[in-house]
């Protein structure tokens, strides 16, 4: 056996090939390749284990905070239905949410009108996107869970491969398009 010499930043600072303990360091006890060869490793979680494992764990940490991060703003952009842009930012979905509540509760028939104010629904553009009825309202909140679904299965392909992935370059192949596009 033997031992990795651990500096005060928790780095490796030298591999030493004995049985004996040296005296007055932080060391860790490993396998003699560990020692003679430990240059090649860092140390993670307490145990010894190889920089370019070490450097693949890193990045698809953060590949995984990119895709995650992605997802979040994805889905609080926009959505397609009808042939128009749904804005679907925080206060646009807050509004929309609140009336899917109204109806989730009950209070309008599919053939009722919404609430006043409700007769139509603003898109990206400007435009407004008619609303005459519950169903039509309905219908335009499908078109959002239908896209957010969509992002939530594109946000798990890349997760999936992000997890498969055994390079860096492979980790960096891995792309989901900008934000504020069609998926």
Not at 4 to 17: F, K, P, S, Y
Request: glycine share 6%; charged share 25%.
């Amino acid at each position: 056996m033997g031992w990795l010499v651990i500096g005060r930043e928790g780095e490796i600072i030298q591999g030493i090939a004995q049985d004996v303990k040296p005296e007055q360091c932080k060391c860790l006890q490993v396998d003699d390749d560990i020692a003679l060869n430990w240059f090649n490793y860092t140390i993670s979680e307490g145990k010894p284990i190889k920089k370019a494992d070490a450097e693949i764990t890193i990045a698809k940490s953060r590949k995984m905070s990119e895709i995650a991060n992605w997802y979040a703003a994805k889905n609080f952009t926009y959505f397609s239905h009808r042939g128009k842009k749904i804005q679907c930012d925080p206060v646009s979905r807050s509004n929309i949410d609140a009336i899917a509540t109204m109806l989730a509760l009950g209070k309008y028939a599919d053939n009722d009108k919404l609430p006043a104010g409700v007769e139509s629904w603003r898109a990206l553009d400007n435009t407004e996107l008619p609303i005459a009825s519950v169903r039509d309202f309905r219908e335009m909140y499908t078109s959002m869970v239908e896209a957010g679904k969509n992002n939530f299965d594109m946000m798990r392909a890349a997760k999936n491969r992000c997890d498969q992935a055994e390079s860096i370059d492979e980790i960096s192949s891995i792309t989901l398009g900008g934000v504020n596009h069609d998926n």
